[in-house]
């Protein structure tokens, strides 16, 4: 045998081995499509194919195929990706709203090769996923500039699903109107009221009126169906074209760094744990002098630290408040179960509702 027959005779031998690895990896790969799926979380995971990266690169030892080898697990990476879509084509995602609303952007962004679903609001979004209807919803959290959506912090508190991933979107807010219209002849904008505030400012220096609709593409389409150029809305530029407006005036909201923070809520709780872990946690006080301060006492001697701490009325018991808390780690380590432990004696109702990594900043302008 030649030595080119001999190295050839290598290859086949390798690419053998190479194709049985690759089933197996593959049909992890489908596991792992399977768990997305149930657990509400995107294909792409850039942190944790970045970490796998570094990791086997190490695993060749010399330098000049080390590079080539990046470029060949990074090949094998695009092709899983491309099968777990192909495993969660038919994913169905609910958000709150109408085609062309920020909560359809976020989804679309989150979920590109899933099916977004509208529902009218929060709660019927919220529960097309406890039914089963849907496998996750994408629901708004919170405003930089406007604060909480105290709708979708009740849905936590009350609710059965579990947060396993939160997402920033930029929001650029847009004056529509009917094509040919003037800004000078707007008399009334049409928004939601989270828009409307964010856009006060430049709504008092027009000196506009203002009234506040379900979310911000409802008012587009009930500009569009009017006919009147005394009316605009305020909304993302997608729903011009969705709906047949013209971009009248650009980037309305008095806050530049604008941001909405959505939640991707599904029936089972992900296991996600690392540097940039991070849980939601709810839970009411004993009536006592004092309970709140040891509840956080607790939370802070334990190593966790509290991104966010505020309070909501209990719905159901006048006068009664439960507390939101967002904080840095991991509950399910050791010092997150002691912690959990000693928060269970001065806490009346105690509740994880979300374990999570903070997800990449979305897209906002991104087109339907």
């Known amino acids: 045998m030649t030595e080119l027959e001999q190295a050839r005779r290598i290859i086949d031998e390798a690419d053998r081995e190479m194709a049985a690895q690759?089933?197996?990896?593959?049909?992890?790969?489908?596991?792992?499509?399977?768990?997305?799926?149930?657990?509400?979380?995107?294909?792409?995971?850039?942190?944790?194919?970045?970490?796998?990266?570094?990791?086997?690169?190490?695993?060749?030892?010399?330098?000049?195929?080390?590079?080539?080898?990046?470029?060949?697990?990074?090949?094998?990476?695009?092709?899983?990706?491309?099968?777990?879509?192909?495993?969660?084509?038919?994913?169905?995602?609910?958000?709150?709203?109408?085609?062309?609303?920020?909560?359809?952007i976020?989804?679309?962004?989150?979920?590109?090769?899933?099916?977004?679903?509208?529902?009218?609001?929060?709660e019927a979004a919220y529960n097309a996923v406890v039914s089963g209807d849907c496998d996750c919803c994408v629901l708004p959290m919170e405003n930089s500039f406007a604060g909480e959506v105290g709708q979708v912090a009740d849905l936590m508190f009350n609710g059965s699903l579990y947060v396993n991933g939160?997402?920033?979107?930029?929001?650029?807010?847009?004056?529509?109107?009917?094509?040919?219209?003037?800004?000078?002849?707007?008399?009334?904008?049409?928004?939601?009221?989270q828009a409307l505030s964010q856009c006060a400012d430049y709504i008092k220096s027009h000196g506009f009126a203002s009234e506040g609709v379900s979310n911000t593409?409802?008012?587009?389409?009930?500009?569009?169906?009017?006919?009147?150029?005394?009316?605009?809305?305020?909304?993302?530029?997608?729903?011009?074209?969705?709906?047949?407006?013209?971009?009248?005036?650009?980037?309305?909201?008095?806050?530049?760094?604008?941001?909405?923070?959505?939640?991707?809520?599904?029936?089972?709780?992900?296991?996600?744990?690392?540097?940039?872990?991070?849980?939601?946690?709810?839970?009411?006080?004993?009536?006592?002098?004092?309970?709140?301060?040891?509840?956080?006492?607790?939370?802070?001697?334990?190593?966790?630290?509290m991104r966010v701490l505020r309070s909501r009325p209990v719905k159901d018991v006048p006068w009664q408040y439960y507390f939101y808390v967002e904080a840095e780690g991991d509950h399910k380590s050791e010092d997150g179960q002691r912690m959990l432990r000693a928060l269970s004696v001065c806490c009346d109702r105690l509740k994880i509702a979300g374990h999570y990594t903070e997800g990449p900043v979305l897209d906002g302008e991104a087109r339907l």
């Open 166 to 193: 939160v997402y920033a979107l930029p929001v650029r807010h847009q004056l529509l109107g009917l094509p040919g219209t003037k800004i000078s002849e707007i008399r009334k904008v049409l928004s939601h009221p």
């Open 22 to 104: 690759f089933v197996k990896r593959m049909e992890a790969v489908r596991e792992v499509a399977e768990f997305k799926a149930a657990h509400g979380l995107p294909v792409l995971d850039a942190a944790r194919e970045q970490a796998v990266i570094e990791k086997n690169a190490l695993l060749v030892e010399d330098p000049n195929l080390r590079a080539h080898y990046v470029s060949f697990i990074k090949g094998v990476m695009a092709i899983s990706r491309t099968w777990q879509r192909t495993r969660l084509e038919g994913m169905r995602v609910a958000y709150s709203g109408v085609l062309g609303a920020f909560a359809a």
């Open 217 to 305: 593409a409802v008012a587009a389409r009930t500009v569009a169906g009017a006919r009147d150029k005394t009316l605009a809305a305020i909304a993302s530029s997608d729903t011009s074209d969705l709906y047949g407006l013209e971009v009248l005036d650009h980037d309305l909201q008095t806050s530049a760094a604008n941001t909405t923070r959505f939640a991707v809520f599904s029936r089972a709780e992900a296991d996600t744990t690392g540097e940039n872990s991070r849980f939601i946690m709810l839970f009411t006080v004993n009536n006592v002098v004092g309970a709140l301060a040891k509840a956080v006492n607790i939370i802070c001697a334990h190593g966790f630290n």
């Open 106 to 122: 976020a989804a679309e962004r989150i979920f590109p090769d899933a099916l977004a679903l509208p529902f009218p609001d929060f």
